[in-house]
């Protein structure tokens, strides 16, 4: 019996109230990702991609329809609920690096440690999260004093320190160039081959796309095709 789905939605809807008008960003999304999947979720401004994200990541409430996050019914958990599955099973990564300008690198990724009740001081796996990314001697600066290339590996780091069954990025090369773009890319690619790590990358640039296994593309706020790059 295969493994089920660590992601699975049906018919998910959002709809806004814009005044009088209603906005349907979601028409009866149906998706599967399967763990250790690198999928990319690609579509211009307005097909849905980012609000299908913020749901996924329990940032936006769903109008109607299901989501299931490693096996766990998103739907029907409070609100309570579901800031503890974001605490332990998702991880985000940002295009804008959200990294707290008065912390150091070091304390930027440690804060998701704290807030999810770890013990930083005892975790075996910083260090080496730290040498695959490539940041190890940049954790006393604070964000000013670093790249835009460097401040999104600190918020990577931050994004899998907790080790999440789910990593969520939305646009994680939008603010880079394209020398820095390859690199975390890259890097997103390694973290999925080397770790495992199941990744949900929302992106409008096909390049970056090109880095998954598979590419979802959204149209009007409905999935209208699937590209398998490379089987897992």
């Given at each position: 019996?295969?493994?089920?789905?660590?992601?699975?939605?049906?018919?998910?809807?959002?709809?806004?109230?814009?005044?009088?008008?209603?906005?349907?960003?979601?028409?009866?999304?149906?998706?599967?990702?399967?763990?250790?999947?690198?999928?990319?979720?690609?579509?211009?401004?307005?097909?849905?991609?980012?609000?299908?994200?913020?749901?996924?990541?329990?940032?936006?409430?769903?109008?109607?329809?299901?989501?299931?996050?490693?096996?766990?019914?998103?739907?029907?958990?409070?609100?309570?609920?579901?800031?503890?599955?974001?605490?332990?099973?998702?991880?985000?990564?940002?295009?804008?690096?959200?990294?707290?300008?008065?912390?150091?690198?070091?304390?930027?990724i440690r804060i998701v440690q704290y807030i999810a009740g770890r013990d930083a001081a005892?975790?075996?796996?910083?260090?080496?999260?730290?040498?695959?990314?490539?940041?190890?001697?940049?954790?006393?600066?604070?964000?000013?004093?670093?790249s835009g290339g460097q401040q999104q590996r600190v918020a990577i780091a931050r994004g899998?320190?907790?080790?999440?069954?789910?990593?969520?990025?939305?646009?994680?090369?939008?603010?880079?160039?394209?020398?820095?773009?390859?690199?975390?890319?890259?890097?997103?690619?390694?973290?999925?081959?080397?770790?495992?790590?199941?990744?949900?990358?929302?992106?409008?640039?096909?390049?970056a796309a090109s880095y998954a296994d598979r590419i979802v593309k959204m149209k009007d706020?409905?999935?209208?095709?699937?590209?398998?790059?490379?089987?897992?």
């Amino acid at each position: 019996m295969s493994e089920p789905p660590i992601i699975e939605v049906r018919g998910l809807t959002k709809t806004y109230q814009v005044g009088e008008v209603a906005v349907h960003a979601l028409r009866g999304v149906d998706l599967e990702i399967r763990k250790g999947e690198f999928v990319a979720i690609i579509g211009a401004s307005g097909s849905g991609k980012s609000t299908l994200f913020h749901i996924l990541g329990g940032l936006t409430p769903m109008t109607s329809g299901t989501v299931w996050l490693n096996g766990r019914d998103f739907a029907g958990m409070t609100n309570a609920e579901r800031t503890e599955l974001r605490k332990t099973t998702v991880g985000f990564v940002f295009q804008k690096y959200n990294l707290l300008p008065t912390l150091s690198a070091e304390d930027n990724i440690r804060i998701v440690q704290y807030i999810a009740g770890r013990d930083a001081a005892f975790d075996p796996g910083f260090q080496e999260i730290l040498g695959l990314l490539g940041i190890a001697d940049r954790m006393k600066h604070k964000p000013r004093a670093l790249s835009g290339g460097q401040q999104q590996r600190v918020a990577i780091a931050r994004g899998i320190v907790n080790s999440p069954a789910i990593l969520l990025a939305d646009e994680p090369t939008g603010n880079l160039d394209s020398e820095n773009s390859a690199a975390v890319l890259k890097l997103l690619k390694d973290l999925n081959r080397r770790l495992g790590q199941t990744i949900l990358m929302i992106t409008h640039d096909a390049d970056a796309a090109s880095y998954a296994d598979r590419i979802v593309k959204m149209k009007d706020g409905r999935i209208v095709g699937h590209f398998a790059l490379r089987f897992v």
